[in-house]
């Protein structure tokens, strides 16, 4: 797959609700062929009183390479991305990607569940949508503090997926009560594989699923980088190999971003 570094355009850059942004950026064909789990480095514009020096990874929610576009669903939270919410339509931002591992889709797969929250549901959107194009069912349960939080439903319902929204308000989202639908539902149609972004609870509850069920399962890491391109090292993170007794260190970038979860160490 061809890395781009670019100039490139943007589209348009709009709130969700009061924390997130959509934006929309002409990448050109080569770059938006990105896999579900990619990301791209973006360059955040400097202000006076934001001055972002490094690249920020970002994950793609959604890529069409006929048209050349990708989306970005981002919460506006420090420095980096308090400056790109500033950015209109036909500025230029540099990008560099697609990057990274995205996630793996078997053939053998019939039945799978993404478990997603936060801003972790625009990284597994694109997943659903890609098993729903290779005949996999998809179970999506999204996580959110309340209703208003929960982002994406109409991606996944329009790909067919079985689509259950859990929230802390009512306490439907605490882990033992997801546990059990995701029990449930194994009962009545076994998941193939599972896969997750967003939340260490959760990934801790899928890690000792995949375990107990005896079935696959992927995560997507989210993680602090500078190049995303494997040379400056920032990213390391503690890994358990199977079969190896010490720990041994990846590169989110380059390695990842998508993990067995088995692997992954929190």
Partial sequence: MTIVDSQSKILSNEWVNNEYKHMVVYVGEKAA????????????????????????????????????????????????????AMMQAEQQLPVLGPLGKGFTLKPEYKHILVLGRGVGLATLAPLAESAAEKGIKVTAILSA???????????????????????????????????????????????????????????????DLVNQLNIEGEVALEQQMACGIGMCYCCIKPFKEEGESEPKSKRVCIDGPVFNIKEVIL
């Fill in 33 to 84: 062929s990105v896999e579900p789990g990619q990301f791209f480095n973006l360059l955040c514009p400097q202000t006076e009183s934001d001055k972002p020096y490094f690249r920020r990874p970002m994950s793609t929610y959604f890529a069409n390479p006929k048209t050349g576009q990708v989306e970005f669903l981002y919460k506006v939270t420090g420095s980096g991305t308090r400056t790109l």
């Fill in 145 to 207: 503090r309340d209703q208003h939080s929960i982002m994406s439903q109409h991606r996944f319902s329009a790909t067919g997926a079985s689509v259950i929204e859990v929230i802390d308000s009512n306490k439907s989202s605490d882990v033992e009560n997801v546990k059990n639908i995701i029990l449930t539902r194994h009962k009545s149609s076994p998941f193939d594989a599972v896969f997750t972004c967003g939340s260490t609870r959760l990934t801790h509850l899928l890690q």
